[in-house]
């Protein structure tokens, strides 16, 4: 497919498309759009049928920006291994002949799979169709029908018809009705319109939206339930099927996840809390922040992302769209601008207090040459480099053992609010107490070139400890006007106690993908080294703080290619 030298290897990769992190969505470029590409754009609606996991995401087959978005269509048996097939939607009918943008994808008690997206009709309005698989039979699910009575739900009764899309999966109610959210605004306020329906065809809308916040447009809003430790039958890490929902029982014992993403800032937030069938009202546990300093799956570029119910490990697999800012020349001569990060478990931490995500289990078959560290103490201002394998395309776990955390630095309580801005102003190279320590990926082997992956260790005024995490890939690489922003999140672990930090970072060429304190806090960004590419990668432990650290482990794996979206034969 002509990937450059950075292109990711390992995953479903190439997306090339325009969206951005800071530019407003849905720009058309006219002369744009139908430059040639491979390319696609964010917001993944996977689902599984008949023995196979099935990925529709947004794309532009014409363009190398935003534009002309049918739903693509890959598949695969294992989550690793990827075969694309046609698209499985696209503009063909009065009521999504502008565009078919996102949706979600929800399994019938019947084992029938409905979509239902977002058509953009004669009139530019935003309308919500159903499709069903022409051929129940085919496994590959390759034809849809789209029935004549679409659209099954417009933008009536004073919704803003420009912003009206993203349906969620719907979930049934022991009421014998089905519901789903989609996603809108009212000036300032975003929206998760819900509507109630008997037989998936005729529609109504709730009298009060199910939840709304000052934070602009929500877009692929995502509902589903969470299993509560402790509770009842199930392990907590085990998902929970919408479906489920059904039993009553298991309707009371759950907790329930609400995520959107902001279109303005373009990043996204959930919360966590409880939903009462009877009313249809959702209300989130007290200790979320429910606006735009709320908790995020993750704290890079990670946006439009959906979560799937996963029958086989019976686990709920949360994916997203690492999308990226870069300006539209440089998207076309990179030949992409965002790509599928790698499906993620999660589930809800064992307090009820945040999700917790960790790459699939699947992606160990990847793994080859292994190499590690184990009781390597890294005194202040010392560096270790990682030998023996190949970093570049690789699987990194490491624990970081710091006897003294007395010196820590005092912790400002102002800073709660942006840790982004922090680790921007306290960068990798900035010499602290307790920290920064971690790893330099995709280093060359001068260190001219590098992306750190840290951790800083603060107190607070109540001797607490805060433990920021960060990514600052301002080295990464010295071309002037590439993206490279600063990401950064808190880790809600007590060091004080445990003593150590984990890390595991997926490091595929030109993607940094980061899990932090078991996978309490992720951090994916992209970063675009020239020199410390190929074998000429390296990867480093180092320690800038004034307390010395240890890695009592770290084990390192080369990570194989695997069969990413070859199109079917
Ligand atoms: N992009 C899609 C929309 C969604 C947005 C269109 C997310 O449906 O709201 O391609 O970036």
């Known amino acids: 497919m002509g990937m450059a030298a950075t292109a990711p290897l390992f995953w479903v990769a190439l997306l090339l498309l325009g969206t951005t992190a800071v530019r407003a969505s849905h720009i058309v470029y006219p002369e744009l759009q139908s430059l040639e590409a491979e390319q696609v754009d964010e917001t993944s609606r ?28 890959s598949v695969s048996t294992d989550l690793i291994d990827w075969t694309a097939l046609d698209p499985a939607v696209y503009p063909s009918k009065p009521f999504d002949v502008n565009g078919c943008w996102s949706g979600s994808a929800t399994v019938l008690p019947s084992g029938v799979p409905a979509l239902m997206y977002t058509g953009i009709d004669p009139n530019k309005h935003q309308v919500q169709n159903v499709a069903y698989p022409k051929n129940l039979s085919d496994p590959f699910l390759r034809e849809w ?24 999966t719907a979930w049934y109610g022991p009421d014998g009705h089905w519901r789903l959210l989609v996603g809108s605004k009212v000036d300032h306020k975003g929206l998760a319109v819900l509507y109630r329906s008997r037989d998936f065809k005729r ?37 929970v099927d919408t479906a489920e929902l059904r039993d009553k029982a298991v309707a009371e014992e759950v907790k329930y996840v609400l995520k959107v993403s902001l279109d303005l800032t373009r990043y996204e937030y959930y919360t966590v809390g409880t939903y009462d069938h009877a009313t249809d009202r959702y209300n989130p546990d007290a200790g979320f922040q429910d606006n735009d300093y709320g908790l995020r799956y993750d704290y890079g570029d990670f946006y439009a992302s ?75 201002g010392e560096y270790l480099e990682v030998t023996g394998f190949k970093s570049v395309q690789s699987d990194v776990e490491a624990a970081f053992e710091i006897k003294d955390l007395s010196k820590a630095e005092e912790f400002n309580p102002a800073w709660l609010t942006d840790p982004q801005a922090l680790c921007k102003k306290r960068g990798s190279a900035v010499n602290g107490e307790v920290g920064p320590f971690g790893l330099w990926v995709l280093a060359d082997a001068d260190l001219t070139e590098r992306t750190a992956v840290f951790f ?36 809600n672990v007590d060091i004080a106690k445990t003593k150590k930090i984990a890390l595991r970072t997926l490091i ?44 009592t482990n770290l084990d390192a794996w080369e990570l194989k290619t695997p069969k990413m979206n070859v199109p079917q034969q």
């Open 508 to 551: 595929d060429h030109s993607v940094v993908e980061s899990f932090g304190g078991g996978g309490r806090t992720c951090i994916l960004t992209r970063v675009y080294p020239k020199k410390a590419i190929g074998d000429a990668a390296h990867l480093f432990v180092f320690n800038h703080g004034e307390a010395e650290i240890k890695v």
């Open 203 to 239: 529609w109504v809308r709730a009298h009060h939206p199910f939840h709304s916040g000052l934070t602009g447009m929500w877009e692929c809003p995502d509902f589903f339930p969470v299993a509560v430790a402790g509770a009842g039958r199930r392990h907590h890490r085990r998902g």
């Open 145 to 168: 029908v789209k029935p004549g009575y679409n659209p099954v739900i417009a933008p009536d009764g004073g919704v803003n018809a420009s912003a009206f899309r993203d349906p969620t």
């Open 306 to 380: 959906k979560s799937f119910y996963d029958p086989v490990k019976r686990r709920r697999i949360l994916w997203g769209w690492a999308n990226e800012s870069d300006t539209v020349p440089d998207d076309r001569k990179k030949g992409w601008a965002g790509i599928q990060a790698i499906p993620r478990k999660l589930w809800l931490s064992p307090g009820g207090r945040q999700l917790i995500q960790w790459p699939v289990e699947e992606i160990k078959v990847l793994r080859g040459k292994h190499v590690s560290v184990t009781d390597k103490v890294v005194k202040g």
């Open 46 to 73: 996977p689902m599984y049928y008949k023995g196979l996991y099935h990925l529709f995401y947004q794309y532009n087959p014409k363009g190398a920006v935003w534009g002309n978005i049918v739903w693509a269509h």
């Open 456 to 491: 800083r260790v603060f107190r607070t005024n109540t001797s607490k400890h805060v433990v920021l995490m960060c990514n600052d890939p301002t080295r990464s690489s010295f071309e002037s006007q590439i993206y490279r922003p600063t990401f950064a999140g808190f880790v």
